[in-house]
């Protein structure tokens, strides 16, 4: 690739100017610290909070970028896609997300979560070939979460998770999250980082 000697972009740059703004979900501040309400985009009423997020957070909704169905058979689930990935410069990681009021086969989300991972891989192509830049969110964790039991009016337990949070780095490992307290969840156990 030949050099256009134009300033390099950080990739929460170029992530601004690839995606519009209907794809995008936009965290909040309150008491000077980042969250936000992730809904499940099939149901409202699916909501789950997540807090003390990095400044820099950049999160995708991953259903708005067309089911390729018209082109795949999707006889092995390359067709689905998780409902969000969250994305930090500053922490060098990616998040994929699926929110379910209720149980689902493991199966069945392992292959939601792997499709959002082919979606990023699809938009690290893109930039390494439209921006020339081979770099762009290379050498970043990844972890994959899923939350059941995300209904909004149900009466929420406490929270429960899995006991080794750096396990879940790949789609079929997935940390499985029920009950979130309406408080919501810390960023840091997502990721499997503590402070």
Same mark, same amino acid.
């Given at each position: 690739m030949?050099?256009?000697?134009? @300033?390099?972009?950080?990739?929460?740059?170029?992530?601004?100017?690839l995606f519009?703004?209907?794809?995008?979900? %936009?965290?909040?501040?309150?008491?000077?610290k980042?969250?936000? /309400?992730?809904?499940?985009p %099939?149901?409202?009423?699916?909501?789950? #909070?997540?807090?003390?997020?990095?400044?820099?957070?950049?999160?995708? !909704?991953?259903?708005?970028?067309?089911? $390729?169905?018209? !082109?795949? =058979?999707?006889?092995?689930?390359?067709?689905?896609?998780?409902?969000?990935?969250?994305i930090?410069?500053?922490?060098?990681?990616?998040?994929?997300? /699926?929110?379910? @009021?209720?149980? #689902?086969?493991?199966?069945?989300?392992? %292959?939601?979560?792997t499709g959002?991972k082919?979606?990023?891989?699809?938009?690290?192509?893109? !930039?390494?070939?439209?921006? /020339?830049? $081979?770099?762009?969110?290379?050498?970043?964790?990844?972890?994959?979460?899923?939350?059941?039991?995300?209904?909004?009016?149900?009466?929420?337990?406490?929270?429960?998770?899995?006991?080794?949070? =750096?396990?879940?780095?790949? $789609?079929?490992?997935? %940390?499985?999250?029920?009950?979130v307290?309406?408080?919501?969840?810390?960023?840091?156990?997502?990721?499997?980082?503590f402070?």
């Open positions: 030949k050099s256009t000697g134009a @300033k390099k972009m950080s990739d929460l740059e170029i992530l601004e100017c519009n703004n209907e794809a995008r979900v %936009q965290t909040l501040i309150e008491y000077d980042t969250f936000v /309400e992730l809904t499940e %099939q149901s409202d009423d699916s909501i789950v #909070k997540i807090r003390d997020m990095p400044r820099d957070t950049f999160i995708i !909704v991953a259903d708005r970028f067309p089911s $390729p169905d018209k !082109v795949f =058979t999707g006889g092995r689930g390359e067709c689905k896609r998780a409902d969000f990935i969250v930090s410069e500053l922490r060098q990681c990616i998040l994929y997300i /699926e929110l379910k @009021k209720t149980k #689902k086969e493991n199966k069945h989300i392992a %292959q939601q979560l959002a082919c979606f990023v891989e699809y938009c690290k192509a893109i !930039v390494e070939w439209f921006w /020339e830049n $081979p770099s762009f969110l290379k050498n970043y964790e990844e972890r994959y979460v899923y939350f059941r039991h995300t209904e909004k009016h149900v009466k929420k337990r406490p929270t429960r998770g899995d006991k080794n949070p =750096t396990s879940h780095n790949t $789609p079929y490992k997935a %940390q499985i999250i029920d009950w307290s309406s408080k919501g969840i810390q960023y840091n156990k997502l990721v499997g980082k402070d």
